[in-house]
């Protein structure tokens, strides 16, 4: 079992930035395939960015290529997102999730275990 706890989540201006961080606790977490999602209200859940054990392979969502960075420190079990030049519209609760296995994956319901969530909010 993995358990995930998100941090960093708050209120920021438009252009503004934020690092969220995410730390794992149960499982090896450098076996586990690592991910950020969003979820905005009234809205599906959306796949922003996700990392692999390596640290060397990532993959983002279009909407956030150039802007957002993810990042992991397997020694302290953690994973991180960095968020520049937000946008109101991308105001929404920010889960941290993972994945048994290696493969890169921008499907919710290909992950195992979620965070409970951080909400960040952009404000126009």
């Known amino acids: 079992q993995v358990q995930l706890v998100e941090s960093g989540g708050g209120l920021v201006q438009a252009g503004g930035s934020l690092r969220l961080s995410c730390t794992a606790s149960g499982r090896t977490f450098s076996s586990l395939t690592m991910a950020w999602f969003r979820q905005a209200p009234g809205k599906e859940r959306e796949f922003v960015a996700t990392i692999a054990w390596t640290e060397y392979s990532a993959y983002y969502a279009d909407s956030v290529k150039g802007r957002f960075t993810i990042s992991r420190d397997n020694a302290k079990n953690t994973v991180a997102l960095q968020m520049n030049s937000l946008r109101p519209e991308e105001t929404a609760v920010y889960y941290c999730?993972?994945?048994?296995?290696?493969?890169?994956?921008?499907?919710?319901?290909?992950?195992?275990?979620w965070g409970q969530g951080t909400q960040v909010t952009v404000s126009s």
């Open positions: 999730a993972a994945r048994r296995g290696g493969r890169l994956s921008s499907r919710g319901d290909e992950y195992d275990y």
